[in-house]
């Protein structure tokens, strides 16, 4: 699955999604788009997920006409995430396209 990790997810999370193709908004060069440019451009590039931090997303923006899935991280601390780990991995291993899921930690 090709992932896109939203600003605030922790990038040392990269490292153990070793099965997924993974890049940063400010890799791509996206840091400063606005939620739904970011949502737009992530699907016209062919992304399966965005993994974000955003609790609000949802109530943001529309996600019925969406095209990628989105699985929102209820934390941006690394420490409760990597011990956690298996439930990111799950979250991504189940998500259907346009799915929503949110990861408790």
């Given at each position: 699955?090709?992932?896109?990790?939203?600003q605030?997810?922790?990038?040392?999370?990269?490292r153990?999604?070793?099965?997924h193709?993974?890049?940063?908004?400010a890799?791509r060069?996206?840091s400063?788009l606005?939620?739904g440019?970011?949502?737009?451009?992530?699907?016209?590039?062919?992304?399966?997920?965005?993994?974000?931090?955003?609790?609000n997303?949802?109530?943001?923006q529309?996600?019925?006409?969406?095209?990628?899935?989105?699985v929102?991280l209820?934390?941006?601390?690394?420490?409760?995430?990597?011990k956690?780990i298996?439930?990111?991995?799950?979250?991504l291993?189940?998500?259907?396209?346009?799915?929503?899921?949110?990861v408790?930690?």
């Open positions: 699955m090709r992932v896109l990790f939203d605030g997810v922790p990038v040392p999370l990269r153990e999604l070793q099965t193709s993974v890049e940063t908004a890799e060069g996206w400063e606005a939620n440019d970011l949502i737009s451009a992530a699907e016209s590039d062919g992304f399966d997920c965005l993994l974000t931090t955003d609790q997303l949802r109530y943001q529309n996600l019925s006409e969406r095209t990628l899935g989105i929102v209820l934390t941006t601390s690394w420490p409760k995430v990597q956690k298996d439930l990111v991995q799950d979250a291993d189940s998500l259907d396209p346009q799915g929503y899921i949110e408790t930690f």
